[in-house]
């Protein structure tokens, strides 16, 4: 007969309050409170005769030794949070006490302690850290990191080979976890896009490796001392209906330009457009802030160009991964062809027999190597750089297909069943060729009625404030526009009474302006507080949204001192210089040295109030 589950020792209303702290925690946030009061329960050892029924369930035991794992993760666009969950799962099925933590949740005073650690992280940019993972990467490079003999480790990287500092940060938290004595359990991992082939290794061995370690240390404990922790709630929820690999094929509702017609088409994109796509029936629901994932098809010219210059049958039946299907879908569907790689170059550098090209893999290249990718598909280096190619070896040689992201432009709460994207469409020259960008000439190819497969991809960085009475400042120049837009209808909805001030730029005023009779009616509505634009090319000397910040700092400054939230979106490097602009802001209107600027919008990051969503 089942033993009966043992009585909470909770009253009805430290029960009640515990429900309440708990209902809007996300995954990373439980895993924290959960290590919170593990650590309070060993501070605080209960006395003789106190009820221990929450803790001691009637299952069979696991020894108090069972060793803790620590997952720490740092994501810019959620593949290393979904391998990091996966592996806690994982690693949890091996009897380990498991706790998972957001890089930025991460108690850097507890390092030293640390006896097991899993990294999963990424690069971004130009070997640039997550935003989540700034403080972490930072602490542990810098001269306060303590030294760790008694920690074991390994790091999985993910990257992106079509950028020269290729799983940077991966490689620089191994190397200097290294330094400081801590012992590497197995070799890094550096996962490129097609993540699978290189992550599924490195986390069997995590679990193979901690799954030793559990029972060498359930062998060596006393039966006495033996506990199992029942979950105040199932740590294994229900998997939504549709994700990144079970997309939802949305119906496309609408489509239109947003941008005019303007001179001459260039790989920057001044094709501008805005689609709605319906989401009834999916299931799927998202928040200000969030992405949706859109998996892409090749324009079809383009497979047809690859096949031309490679004289190749694009009905030919190709095998690759257990998979088989006709050359022509591979090349369509399945594999990357707007983008270079690392890895194609160098076999496509070996085949043509080219130096020139093997030389640009060197490290002393890396900016000639960096503007190549910029500038070159695939489907020029065939043409400049001639090589044979056989089906089969050209479709394991290019990256497999990957979904791309784009922030939403649309709040659930006003458009219920649909959501909204802001796309630039990548359409140029290039000599005698056109080129396109894969998803966006795949969303601009597509007719009303269409339906694509898409999927949710949760931000949880990037979110408003709790509090609707907080202020909050926008930087969303060109696309980097498109979750402003969700912000402004949210606030709108839930009548929010903070104040929002939106800075957007373009290059020009009179073809650019993105949604602009929406911000006038949002302005009228008293939707939107305050508006600063910044068209670069419509005079002189050109004028960018950190410009403007710096014209505004002392209006900015004081917002933030009053409790603003402070939200960049759009790509990068505008990122970086609008971080500047702030830093100059902080420095000047509130009297700080630069170093005392730092702290502060270092301090403005831990507490969620300064928030980027940078590509």
């Known amino acids: 007969m089942p033993a009966s589950p043992a009585p909470a020792p909770l009253t009805d209303a430290q029960s009640g309050l515990l429900t309440r702290l708990t209902d809007d925690l996300d995954g990373a946030g439980l895993w924290w409170i959960s290590g919170y009061a593990a650590g309070l329960a060993r501070a605080r050892a209960l ?13 069979p035991p696991v020894a108090d030794a069972a060793p803790t794992v620590t997952v720490v993760y740092g994501s810019q666009t959620g593949n290393a949070r979904r391998l990091a969950e996966k592996l806690s799962a994982e690693l949890e099925a091996t009897g380990a006490s498991v706790r998972l933590l957001r890089a930025d949740a991460y108690p850097t005073r507890e390092l030293k302690d640390e006896k097991r650690l899993y990294i999963v992280i990424s690069t971004q940019g130009e070997g640039d850290p997550p935003d989540d993972s700034i403080g972490l990467v930072e602490f542990i490079r810098g001269r306060r990191a303590p030294k760790l003999p008694q920690l074991g480790y390994a790091v999985l990287g993910l990257g992106d080979s079509s950028y020269p500092q290729f799983c940077e940060i991966g490689r620089i938290l191994d190397e200097r976890l290294a330094e400081l004595g801590a012992a590497r359990l197995f ?59 079970r997309p939802f094929q949305a119906e496309l509702l609408a489509g239109h330009r947003l941008s005019a017609a303007s001179g001459p088409r260039s790989p920057q994109g001044r094709d501008v457009r805005h689609f709605e796509l319906s989401l009834e029936g999916s299931g799927l629901h998202y928040q200000p802030g969030d992405a949706l994932g859109i998996w892409p098809r090749n324009p079809p010219a383009l497979v047809d160009e690859v096949l031309a210059t490679l004289k ?3 009905d030919a039946t190709v095998q690759a991964g257990g998979d088989e299907r006709p050359l022509r879908e591979w090349l369509g569907a399945r594999r990357e062809l707007t983008r270079l790689s690392r890895p194609f170059l160098a076999a496509h550098a070996e085949r043509a027999g080219d130096g020139d090209l093997l030389a640009l893999l060197q490290p002393e290249r890396r900016d000639d190597l960096a503007r190549l990718f910029d500038s070159h598909q695939i489907a020029d280096l065939l043409h400049l750089h001639p090589a044979d190619w056989s089906a089969d070896a050209l479709v394991d040689a290019l990256r497999p297909m990957a979904p791309r ?26 000599g005698e060729r056109t080129r396109w960008g894969s998803a966006s000439n795949f969303l601009a190819r597509a ?67 993105l949604y602009q009779l929406e911000w006038q009616r949002a302005i009228r509505d008293g939707h939107l507080h305050r508006v600063d634009l910044a068209f670069s090319r419509d005079q002189a000397g050109k004028i960018y949204v950190q ?15 009053n409790g603003a939230h402070f939200y960049v979106c759009g790509a990068i490097a505008m990122g970086k210089d609008v971080h500047a602009a702030l830093l100059d802001v902080v420095a000047e209107h509130g009297g700080k040295s630069r170093e005392d600027a730092e702290d502060y919008l270092n301090q403005l990051q831990q507490q969620g109030r300064y928030a980027r969503d940078v590509y």
């Open 547 to 561: 410009n403007r910040i710096r014209e505004q700092g002392r209006a900015l400054y004081d917002w933030l001192e």
């Open 47 to 59: 006395p003789a005769g106190a009820p221990v029924a929450a803790a001691v369930a009637a299952a």
């Open 405 to 430: 992201l784009y922030s939403i432009a649309s709040s659930q709460k006003h458009v219920g069943d649909e959501v909204h994207l802001t796309v630039a469409h990548i359409e140029y020259e290039a």
């Open 187 to 245: 070799e890094r991992g550096d996962a490129d896009l097609d993540i699978e082939s290189v992550a599924t290794p490195w986390l069997q061995r995590a679990v193979d490796e901690t799954r030793t370690l559990v029972a060498a240390a359930t062998a060596s404990a006393a039966p006495a001392h033996s506990a199992t922790v029942t979950p105040l709630r199932p740590l294994q929820q229900s998997a939504p209906a549709h994700d990144r690999d």
């Open 312 to 314: 190749l049958d694009g």
């Open 447 to 513: 007719a009303e009625g269409d339906r694509l497969p898409v999927y949710v991809e949760a931000n949880e960085r990037f979110r408003l404030p709790a509090d609707p009475d907080r202020d909050i400042i926008m930087v969303g120049p060109g696309t980097g526009v498109a979750p402003f837009r969700a912000f402004v209808q949210e606030r709108a909805e839930i009548d929010a009474d903070g104040r929002n001030w939106l800075f957007f730029g373009n290059p020009h005023f009179r073809t650019d302006f």
